[in-house]
């Protein structure tokens, strides 16, 4: 999806950005924190 991303025409406003989920769940850190990420990936 980075290369995806890399090859979309870059508009004046670029608010479209990718996230990677596996990886911000991986992390070690509290469950509300991981529930607040989550939030903002939908």
Do not use: C, Y
């Not at 290369?3 to 070690?28: A, C, G, L, V, Y």
């Amino acid at each position: 999806m980075r290369k995806f991303n890399d090859m979309i025409p870059k508009p004046e406003f670029n608010n479209f950005q990718f996230m990677n989920f596996t990886e911000i769940m991986k992390r070690d850190s509290s469950e509300l924190a991981k529930e607040t990420a989550l939030h903002f990936l939908l």
